[in-house]
């Protein structure tokens, strides 16, 4: 299976912080990567398709980049409603893995 | 709109079964592939199983090989997930999404699943 590491498991910013956060993956997955947005008690929200792909109605602050192993979801100038728990996931091969996610809280 | 809802979870014993079912609107269900995926309580995202369109291609995690079965009934706009030989590492919230390419574009609210004594 592929293991998907995501770095930090916990991030402390501000409103209006520049974040990013960092997913590899234990091989080559090239650009099969999503990145989900969950809140508490809610289903996760998927922001980002094929490692950088934004989805419709996903705010332009998002933005994702890299391929193969190494990748990163990048919030330019952090918003109140994004603090929250962020997940990757890899689908380059079965079964499809997730990042243990990274929780955005508060400074 | 895109909606999933799914019913049938529950409290059951270790070694119970349970049925899990997810309906489906607001797209051409028969032509998604669609998946279930589950969060055990304060834990993060597994993949649980995956089917196609037409029921041809289907993949699950490891460790419930054997023991969960995806089904689907395209006429019925519905995605079933029959649990047997339940464990406590089971317990989670499941949730069907809709999986067009690997990655889930619309997940539902979930279904708790909690197996004790």
């Known amino acids: 299976d592929i293991q998907m590491t995501q770095s930090p498991s916990t991030l402390s910013a501000s409103v209006r912080d520049r974040v990013t956060i960092t997913c590899r993956a234990s091989?080559?997955?090239?650009?099969?990567l999503a990145w989900y947005q969950q809140k508490p008690g809610k289903a996760p929200n998927l922001l980002i398709s094929?490692?950088?792909r934004l989805e419709s109605g996903v705010p332009s602050r998002f933005s994702g980049s890299g391929s193969g192993t190494e990748f990163t979801l990048t919030i330019s100038s952090l918003q109140p409603d994004d603090f929250a728990t962020y997940y990757c996931?890899?689908?380059?091969?079965?079964?499809?893995?997730f990042g243990q996610g990274t929780k955005l809280e508060f400074k | 709109q895109v909606q999933l809802v799914e019913s049938g979870g529950g409290l059951v014993k270790p070694g119970g079964s349970l049925r899990l079912s997810c309906v489906a609107s607001?797209?051409?269900?028969?032509?998604?592939?669609m998946g279930w995926i589950r969060q055990a309580p304060g834990k993060g995202l597994e993949w649980v199983s995956y089917?196609?369109?037409?029921?041809?291609?289907?993949y699950y995690t490891d460790s419930i090989k054997g023991r969960f079965t995806i089904s689907r009934d395209n006429a019925k706009n519905s995605l079933y997930l029959q649990m047997n030989s339940l464990r406590a590492e089971d317990t989670a919230v499941y949730s069907c999404?809709?999986?067009?390419?690997?990655?889930?574009?619309?997940w539902g609210q979930g279904t708790l699943v909690t197996v004790s004594s």
């Open positions: 607001g797209f051409a269900f028969s032509d998604y592939y």
């Open positions: 089917i196609d369109g037409t029921a041809t291609i289907i």
């Open positions: 999404a809709r999986a067009p390419r690997g990655f889930s574009d619309y």
């Open positions: 996931q890899q689908y380059n091969s079965y079964p499809y893995t």
């Open positions: 094929d490692a950088s």
């Open positions: 091989q080559s997955i090239s650009r099969w």
